[in-house]
């Protein structure tokens, strides 16, 4: 067993900024960069709209950046994850995957979350050539080109509209015969001249040489008129949604319904003291590396406040 005075669950932007800045006020702090190191962005094959990258940066190569500034400080960042925790009573109570119990005065949680695929071969096989779960972190990639959006929600039509003002054409591929969208949205996306609505439709696979270059999709799937359908395409957007990665925390923090953790006031701070959120696992509407790197700094900051008035 060790007690540190701050645990870090979780890397990328949020984990790795509130190591940078928990470094620098001199809290010693342990970072578990969990299942996958530095968070989605390491699936990403460019940034462009992080601050201070002119040029753009490989989503790894910044990841790799953003960890080498907080081990400068001193963090103490470790491969493995945080796989049980007891939240009962301070200190904090937690387990890594070999079962090592660490006890932390404070715990900032920037777990992220994980974007939900149709479970296709091919998504994985295109991913980062074609296939994006962030249309507002890829649409700039395809002016002038066409897109398909997958899904029938609101997060759906917000990603369609999004990309028809950058895109020539985007075709928004809905399994039901009806959108789930409120009624709003439903008539922005109907009102988008370049927006093709393809109801009844379920996505086979995707095909190209370099990228992806196509979709095979089944309308009508088992019904008696069922037909494959092909459309020519430069990318293909997942909006089904998201999962944050907060399970083993679900017993001890308020959440929302999806599970997303709940913070105070705006806050990162949640209704455990000296417990903290930063990140996707507590944003269900930014979702930015940016966004989610300004969280991390704060949790860092109200993790130092915290330790100066116990």
């Avoid at 149709?118 to 507002?136: F, I, P």
């Avoid at 092909?230 to 957007?237: E, K, R, S």
């Avoid at 003291?273 to 930015?288: E, L, S, T, W």
């Amino acid at each position: 067993m060790e007690h540190v005075k701050c645990l870090i669950i979780g890397s990328g932007p949020a984990g790795y900024t509130a190591a940078i800045y928990a470094s620098r006020a001199n809290l010693h702090p342990v970072e578990y960069s969990g299942m996958q190191p530095g968070g989605q962005l390491t699936q990403t094959t460019e940034v462009e709209n992080f601050p201070g990258y002119p040029q753009g940066v490989d989503g790894n190569q910044m990841m790799m950046d953003l960890r080498e500034q907080a081990e400068r400080f001193g963090a103490d960042i470790r491969d493995g994850s945080i796989t049980r925790v007891d939240f009962s009573s301070r200190p904090y109570r937690l387990w890594d995957e070999e079962n090592n119990e660490i006890q932390a005065d404070t715990v900032i949680i920037a777990t992220g979350a994980s974007a939900k695929y149709l479970g296709l071969d091919d998504e994985r096989k295109y991913n980062g050539q074609g296939v994006s779960a962030c249309a507002t972190c890829d649409g700039f990639f395809y002016r002038k080109k066409t897109v398909a959006v997958v899904g029938g929600g609101d997060t759906a039509c917000e990603d369609a509209l999004y990309l028809a003002g950058l895109a020539k054409k985007v075709y928004l591929i809905v399994r039901k015969p009806f959108l789930r969208a409120s009624k709003v949205m439903q008539d922005r996306v109907m009102a988008a001249e370049n927006i093709e609505i393809l109801f009844e439709h379920n996505t086979l696979g995707l095909y190209g040489e370099n990228g992806v270059e196509g979709a095979r999709l089944v309308k009508r799937k088992g019904e008696p008129d069922e037909q494959e359908v092909d459309i020519a395409i430069d990318g293909f957007f997942l909006a089904i949604g998201h999962t944050p990665n907060t399970e083993i925390f679900r017993q001890w923090l308020d959440t929302d319904e999806v599970g997303y953790l709940k913070k105070i006031d705006g806050t990162p701070r949640t209704k455990l003291p000296g417990i903290f959120v930063a990140g996707d696992c507590a944003d269900p509407v930014y979702r930015q590396a940016i966004s989610a790197a300004g969280t991390g700094c704060q949790a860092a900051i109200e993790a130092e406040r915290f330790l100066l008035n116990s």
